[in-house]
């Protein structure tokens, strides 16, 4: 089984956008319109992308995606890496291929010198808990998450 | 009493590091150490800045800053504003600076086209949260916030 990461461009960004669906509706959540689209492309293939999006793949077929943008920590005074979404489709999970991605964002995180990796993960999603306590990631439990949608 | 909001620069960069010293005491954090310190302005004031900085002022005295950057939701395909820190002046509170502040940032999240404001909070500080909840935001209760440290 040969697994590669390759970033989101012209040519696979169809693959990339079936995969985004795939998340929305295994988290339940609508699923971007044609306007998020069009959106999407541009924030991540201009030449000012707002994010960074990666495919993974299993012998040349795209199997899963991840998007990244970078935050930053004041009292560090360092870059965060922030990972807005980390996704596999179902038939491929259990293999390692999650480790493989997160492996990945390690090594960005590292070769860009950030003190903190840093996400969020739905309460019922237990794989994905049960992943990153294995990972040895932290639950920040003292801090409440908040939103004002505008 | 005159409330203004200026952006951090060369100028005023110490005034500012002063009030994140003062946040870092009220957080209970270690404060910013001289590299930190050095990090903190070329990201905050170069001309290629991680986050954007900004001071409030009563009668020209700096008395709170904010730390904002620039976020992303996948599923809206849209910009969030996120905000890394707001903070005022103990002696300064309950005069409805934070409200102004926060005022700014929800005008700056309209002009940016953002689909919505995030935040973490320290589940003690209840004026904070308080002060949230009046503003209709909304915990996220169903999301757990996790990091890795590097």
């Known amino acids: 089984m040969k697994i590669t990461i390759k970033k989101v461009d012209k040519t696979n960004f169809p693959s990339f956008i079936a995969l985004v669906k795939e998340l929305a509706k295994y988290e339940k959540l609508a699923p971007p319109d044609n306007a998020a689209v069009k959106r999407l492309k541009k924030d991540s293939i201009s030449s000012r992308p707002k ?65 903190r990796i840093e996400w969020t993960v739905l309460k019922w999603n237990k794989p994905a808990i049960k992943f990153y306590n294995k990972n040895k990631a932290e639950l920040m439990k003292e801090w409440l998450f908040y939103r004002l949608t505008i």
């Open 51 to 115: 994010i960074e999006s990666y495919l993974a793949y299993v012998n040349e077929k795209p199997i899963g995606y991840m998007i990244l943008l970078m935050t930053y920590s004041s009292f560090l005074a360092k870059s965060t890496l922030y990972i807005e979404d980390i996704f596999i489709l179902k038939e491929y999970r259990q293999k390692r291929i999650g480790q493989k991605m997160f492996d990945f964002i390690k090594k960005l995180a590292k070769q860009r010198k950030c003190g």
